[in-house]
């Protein structure tokens, strides 16, 4: 085989993964937000075509890269062109298959529209407010702020977690935030270190929580996802947090 050949070969191999990877990350995409959010549905036929488009994904995921090594000798040779030129006659199959799924999406599209608006990807409709408070308090925070949850540690319990004994309490050393723990007798037992892990075992650590020094006091703080609290407050899946002003809204 000439180089030519090769080298049109290798941009062809190219080519095809880039359609491949745009073709694949819009049925993604768009099955995604065609998703319902609740259920029953708010459109069957909105469901259906997440199932076909998810389903078309996987699908080309699973038959694209077999297809990188069956590019035949005779495609190799020949131009882009040429090939565009003569597809419909030398690939009719092929071409009406491509062209029926292009209408199959573009009617699910369509007929969804005026259920779903394709709205979750642009997010315009405002749901409503935010129970910053309840999101925190569900997490077993004590309160917050607008940007994290927090709670203030109790100390004597600090202690006795870090020497793993009962009736240990803390003592300052002229603020709150410094000091050392001592036994009921009043023995010096030691300081505290790796605060962080107390709060990750107190609250688990898939929340990143971390522990921070923060009105006056040690404290076990959880920085807020405000769309994940839009998602938890209003039961619904994939909705965005936005500023409002002074307050902040949902929209989906």
């Given amino acids: 085989m000439s180089v030519g050949g090769r080298e049109t070969g290798t941009f062809y191999r ?28 708010e459109s069957w036929v909105a469901s259906a075509g997440a199932v076909f488009l998810i389903a078309l994904a996987f699908a080309a995921g699973v038959v694209i890269p077999v297809l990188f090594k069956e590019i035949p000798p005779s495609i190799e040779r020949r131009s882009l062109r040429e090939l565009v030129k003569n ?21 699910i599209v369509w007929f969804s529209a005026p259920a779903t608006g394709l ?3 642009v997010k315009d409709d405002r749901v409503g407010g935010m129970d910053l408070t309840g999101y925190c308090q569900s997490y077993g925070f004590r309160d917050n702020t607008e940007e994290a949850c927090y709670s203030p540690m109790a100390m004597d319990e600090v202690c006795n977690w870090r020497y793993e004994e009962k009736g240990l309490h803390f003592v300052t050393s002229g603020n709150r935030v410094d000091g050392k723990c001592f036994t009921f007798t009043n023995s010096l037992k030691g300081g505290i270190w790796d605060m962080s892990d107390y709060c990750l075992k107190r609250f688990g650590r898939r929340l990143g929580v971390d522990a921070v020094t923060a009105r006056n006091n040690w404290e076990c703080q959880m ?30």
């Fill in 119 to 121: 709205s979750r990807l």
């Fill in 87 to 107: 597809a419909w006659k030398e690939q009719t199959f092929s071409a009406t298959t491509v062209a029926a799924l292009l209408a199959v999406v573009a009617l």
């Fill in 223 to 252: 920085k807020i996802d405000k769309s994940l609290a839009c998602d938890w407050f209003w039961a619904k899946r994939d909705l965005e947090a936005r500023k409002d002003g002074a307050d902040w809204g949902c929209y989906q």
């Fill in 14 to 41: 190219v080519l095809l993964f880039v359609l491949s990877a745009i073709f694949v990350s819009l049925c993604t995409v768009v099955g995604g937000a065609l998703a319902p959010s609740v259920w029953p549905p």
